[in-house]
């Protein structure tokens, strides 16, 4: 089923998730299609569980051909319960996003370029992960989700804070 996303301003977006501690069950398996059609039906290239408005550790993200994000590699689609992320270096690297709860803006966000990820699968099967560059991106912005933080809050200026319609026009790599 297809979820509403909850906008900037709804109190749950800053609020922490909770571990999921019941793994290969119903529920679980339900949380993660809804997140997975939401996703695709409103073309992001990931979802966190509090966006639409379950407090858990639940993310989902991948990447094909995306109409929103151009310019992005692919990244295959990939859930992640209770995920820990660990930089693998301090090399950042500053790159747009935009998220669901903040439709129809840009910002340009620092991000580590090269991470591990620890999670758990949804039969609680253990997952470990290395990501570079968009998907370690990506990974870094669902994740910060289940602590309460919107990129905005990651970024180190706001001069570059964009309408989608004004990114598209002046700032798509796709336009250069
Ligand atoms: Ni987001």
């Known amino acids: 089923m297809i979820r509403d996303v909850l906008r900037m301003g709804d109190p749950r977006l800053l609020q922490r998730s909770a571990p999921v501690d019941a793994f290969g069950n119903p529920a679980l398996d339900a949380l993660l299609a809804d997140m997975r059609e939401t996703m695709v039906a409103k073309k992001g290239?990931?979802?966190?569980?509090?966006?639409?408005?379950?407090?858990?550790?639940?993310?989902?993200?991948?990447?094909?051909r995306n109409e929103r994000y151009p310019d992005a590699e692919p990244v295959p689609y990939t859930e992640l319960v209770n995920p820990v992320l660990t930089p693998l270096s301090d090399e950042r690297d500053e790159d747009w996003e935009g998220c669901l709860s903040i439709p129809d803006i840009r910002g340009m966000v620092p991000r580590f370029t090269d991470v591990t990820v620890r999670a758990l699968d949804r039969n609680g099967k253990k997952i470990e992960l290395r990501l570079k560059n968009f998907a370690a991106r990506v990974a870094q912005h669902e994740?910060?989700?289940?602590?309460?933080?919107?990129?905005?809050?990651?970024?180190?200026?706001?001069?570059?804070?964009?309408?989608?319609?004004?990114y598209s026009r002046f700032h798509s790599k796709d336009e250069d």
Not at 51 to 58: F, K
């Open 143 to 166: 994740t910060d989700h289940l602590d309460g933080v919107l990129f905005f809050d990651r970024m180190t200026s706001m001069q570059s804070l964009t309408f989608l319609e004004e």
């Open 45 to 64: 290239a990931g979802l966190a569980a509090p966006q639409i408005g379950v407090l858990q550790q639940v993310v989902i993200f991948g990447v094909e």
